[in-house]
């Protein structure tokens, strides 16, 4: 696995990390995306000469930009199993991940990172996020039986594919992850993994720092033995036929630096895809890689920031009165530049000062170079579909919710393509989540969730390992608009049903979204009050209904022995294959 180059022998996994790096290089890649970055952050003059000056400039990629994103990224999303059968038990059991998968979806900050994935997204072209479970290994997975998913954003430049013209991610032959990690704890690692301390001597620090963005040797802390570049190495093989003779695909992974496999390769069974999600914002034919929105409108920022810095230059030179003095009769003709300043003058023998200093008026230049940029800027915004009109800059105040709803909406159709790729995206990590609760749960799976029917009571879920293999799902991801307006839209919808008399204040309430202007856990807290309330009072008048009863008393129709409820009574197997309990 290792071949020799100029001394050095490298592994087999670094050999396919430096024929990537060739090929982004030769794409340019590292640069367009550090370019793209800084147009987007506002650095808009980075590598070109600027003669000494800090040169003006007008950000139109920004807003255009931040607007996409927030049409794309202003949304609710829910990921919902279903069952591709009528068996209520599995439909049970997808009920219960649906749920789970929430309570995931808010521990992993998803809703924080998707704005992250998009706007990466929209910047560069594509965007990568890398799903593990951090559990421990060996027998602590099998012993904890919660699953504890993580995710991680990777930059594209960081991501390196066998097939660049091949789209879809789960047809790759491989995939590498890099990073820059310090070289103790790369050599912590290989003791971990059994690496003997003469490979472990190979593990030094590099400086392959222009492969990643916005890094170079002068930006990493010297301490220590330095960084060095760490390469996480997945592939998917043919693993063992099952009992119908079908072969399923298993993943296989390692880590490596330049010279020593730190990480061995080893197998994850019942993982068959690759735990790697991607988001591209616009598709190219025949690549891999998407197409970059920043990366379109930097030839007319840049014409703008010039017309901009030419008008600038020729105001300080010619739009201000320009001073003309006497030589011989100013003593300090710095003094005229200054702001209250007193000017000394000598030999004037009864000849006014006016004659001594004289000011030239301003010459009047041309409006082309101002017509220019506004139209530049005004064109541009209206070809991108970011116009005033489609990014709400209307007076709120003479104009209803609703009609300013129906103007963004027919201005983000243009965004479709983008709003399907997001969906796509949630798609992918649904179907990591599940396989990785498969593949790192061979005991089954044991969380909580909170209780659909609402309220802050938890359940309780145990679904067996044979359940998880059993199910055949679909994937369906909900996504529903979370701006202003839609939010303000739905709540008047809600507000007009209960005022008509169509709905009761308690399907009022059950129907209220977290994202709501109303209190909705406020209102839902009165009302578990108001049911305690009553469940109290009527134990309270049973109780004293019996006691009127007795001594003749009687067991009511349909009493269960223990203080059970008949539904309680009602359950039970332990057979089942999942069960739901309250915490």
């Given at each position: 696995?290792?071949?020799?180059?100029?001394?050095?022998?490298?592994?087999?996994?670094?050999?396919?990390?430096?024929?990537?790096?060739?090929h982004?290089?030769?794409?340019?890649?590292?640069?367009?995306?550090?370019?793209?970055?800084?147009?987007?952050?506002g650095d808009?003059?980075?590598g070109m000469?600027?003669g000494?000056q800090?040169?003006?400039?007008?950000n139109?990629?920004?807003p255009?930009?931040?607007?996409?994103i927030?049409?794309v990224?202003t949304?609710?999303?829910?990921i919902v199993?279903?069952?591709?059968?009528?068996?209520?038990?599995?439909?049970?059991i997808c009920n219960?991940?649906?749920?789970?998968a929430k309570?995931v979806?808010e521990?992993?900050?998803?809703?924080?990172?998707?704005?992250?994935?998009?706007?990466?997204?929209?910047i560069?072209?594509d965007?990568?996020?890398?799903?593990?479970?951090?559990?421990?290994?060996?027998?602590?997975?099998v012993?904890?039986?919660t699953?504890k998913?993580e995710m991680?954003?990777?930059?594209?430049?960081?991501?390196?594919l066998a097939?660049?013209?091949?789209?879809?991610?789960?047809?790759?032959?491989w995939i590498?992850?890099?990073e820059?990690i310090?070289?103790e704890?790369v050599?912590?690692?290989?003791?971990?993994n059994?690496?003997s301390?003469?490979?472990?001597?190979l593990?030094v620090?590099?400086a392959?720092?222009?492969?990643?963005?916005?890094?170079?040797?002068?930006?990493?802390i010297?301490?220590?033995?330095g960084k060095?570049?760490a390469?996480v190495?997945?592939t998917?093989?043919d693993?063992e036929p099952?009992?119908?003779?079908?072969v399923?695909?298993?993943?296989?992974?390692?880590?490596?630096?330049?010279?020593?496999?730190?990480?061995?390769?080893?197998?994850?069974?019942?993982?068959?895809?690759?735990?790697?999600?991607?988001?591209?914002?616009?598709?190219?034919?025949?690549?891999?890689?998407g197409?970059?929105e920043c990366?379109?409108l930097?030839p007319?920022?840049?014409?703008?920031?010039?017309?901009?810095?030419r008008?600038?230059?020729?105001?300080?030179?010619?739009?201000?009165?320009t001073?003309?003095?006497?030589?011989?009769k100013?003593?300090?003709?710095?003094a005229?530049?200054?702001v209250?300043a007193?000017?000394?003058a000598?030999?004037?023998?009864?000849?006014p000062v006016?004659?001594?200093?004289?000011y030239?008026?301003?010459?009047t230049?041309?409006?082309e170079?101002?017509?220019?940029q506004?139209?530049?800027?005004?064109v541009?915004?209206?070809?991108?579909?970011?116009?005033d009109?489609?990014?709400?800059?209307?007076?709120?105040?003479?104009?209803?919710g609703?009609?300013?709803?129906?103007?963004?909406d027919?201005?983000?159709?243009?965004l479709?393509?983008?709003?399907?790729?997001?969906?796509?995206?949630?798609?992918?990590?649904?179907?990591?989540?599940?396989?990785?609760?498969?593949?790192?749960s061979p005991q089954?799976?044991?969380?909580?969730y909170k209780d659909?029917a609402?309220?802050e009571?938890l359940?309780?879920?145990?679904?067996t390992?044979?359940a998880?293999?059993?199910?055949?799902?679909?994937i369906?991801?909900?996504v529903?608009?979370?701006?202003?307006?839609?939010?303000?839209?739905?709540?008047?919808?809600?507000d007009?049903?209960?005022?008509?008399g169509?709905?009761?204040?308690?399907?009022?309430?059950?129907?209220?979204?977290?994202?709501?202007?109303?209190?909705?856990a406020?209102?839902?807290?009165?009302?578990e009050?108001?049911?305690?309330m009553?469940?109290?009072?009527?134990a309270?008048?049973?109780?004293?209904?019996?006691?009127s009863g007795m001594?003749g008393?009687t067991?009511p129709a349909?009493?269960v022995?223990?203080?059970?409820?008949?539904?309680?009574?009602?359950?039970?197997?332990?057979?089942n294959?999942?069960?739901?309990m309250?915490?």
């Amino acid at each position: 696995m290792t071949e020799k180059t100029q001394e050095k022998q490298v592994t087999d996994i670094w050999r396919k990390y430096r024929a990537g790096v060739e090929h982004h290089r030769g794409k340019n890649l590292y640069r367009r995306d550090e370019r793209c970055w800084h147009f987007y952050s506002g650095d808009q003059w980075w590598g070109m000469s600027q003669g000494g000056q800090e040169l003006p400039m007008e950000n139109i990629i920004k807003p255009i930009l931040k607007y996409k994103i927030a049409m794309v990224a202003t949304t609710d999303t829910s990921i919902v199993y279903s069952a591709m059968t009528e068996n209520t038990l599995l439909q049970e059991i997808c009920n219960e991940l649906s749920e789970f998968a929430k309570q995931v979806w808010e521990q992993t900050r998803m809703d924080e990172m998707k704005w992250k994935v998009i706007k990466a997204a929209a910047i560069t072209g594509d965007s990568y996020v890398y799903a593990f479970d951090a559990r421990p290994e060996s027998e602590a997975v099998v012993q904890d039986r919660t699953p504890k998913l993580e995710m991680r954003m990777v930059d594209r430049s960081a991501v390196y594919l066998a097939d660049e013209q091949e789209q879809d991610l789960q047809a790759q032959a491989w995939i590498i992850l890099a990073e820059r990690i310090p070289v103790e704890e790369v050599r912590r690692q290989a003791r971990e993994n059994g690496i003997s301390e003469e490979e472990i001597e190979l593990i030094v620090s590099d400086a392959e720092t222009d492969t990643r963005l916005n890094n170079d040797e002068s930006d990493e802390i010297k301490q220590g033995d330095g960084k060095c570049t760490a390469l996480v190495y997945f592939t998917l093989v043919d693993g063992e036929p099952d009992e119908t003779g079908a072969v399923q695909k298993v993943l296989r992974f390692g880590r490596s630096t330049e010279q020593v496999i730190y990480q061995p390769m080893q197998e994850v069974q019942g993982l068959d895809v690759y735990p790697i999600a991607q988001m591209r914002w616009e598709d190219m034919p025949n690549s891999a890689r998407g197409v970059s929105e920043c990366e379109m409108l930097i030839p007319n920022q840049i014409e703008i920031n010039k017309t901009l810095a030419r008008r600038s230059l020729i105001v300080k030179r010619y739009g201000y009165p320009t001073a003309v003095y006497d030589a011989e009769k100013i003593d300090n003709p710095a003094a005229l530049q200054k702001v209250g300043a007193t000017v000394r003058a000598r030999n004037l023998s009864g000849v006014p000062v006016q004659n001594a200093v004289q000011y030239l008026e301003p010459k009047t230049t041309s409006g082309e170079g101002a017509v220019l940029q506004q139209e530049l800027i005004a064109v541009t915004r209206e070809l991108e579909g970011a116009g005033d009109n489609a990014t709400g800059q209307v007076d709120v105040t003479k104009t209803s919710g609703e009609a300013i709803k129906a103007a963004r909406d027919q201005a983000a159709m243009v965004l479709n393509d983008q709003a399907a790729a997001y969906k796509s995206f949630v798609e992918q990590v649904a179907m990591i989540w599940y396989k990785l609760w498969c593949a790192y749960s061979p005991q089954g799976l044991t969380f909580a969730y909170k209780d659909p029917a609402g309220g802050e009571k938890l359940m309780r879920a145990i679904i067996t390992p044979q359940a998880l293999a059993a199910l055949d799902m679909q994937i369906k991801i909900d996504v529903s608009p979370a701006d202003p307006y839609s939010v303000l839209s739905m709540q008047t919808s809600l507000d007009n049903a209960l005022g008509g008399g169509h709905i009761t204040f308690e399907e009022w309430v059950s129907v209220l979204d977290a994202n709501s202007p109303v209190p909705a856990a406020k209102f839902r807290k009165i009302l578990e009050e108001r049911k305690a309330m009553q469940a109290a009072l009527a134990a309270q008048q049973q109780a004293m209904g019996g006691m009127s009863g007795m001594p003749g008393q009687t067991v009511p129709a349909g009493a269960v022995p223990g203080g059970m409820t008949p539904e309680m009574a009602g359950t039970g197997g332990t057979g089942n294959a999942v069960q739901s309990m309250p915490v």
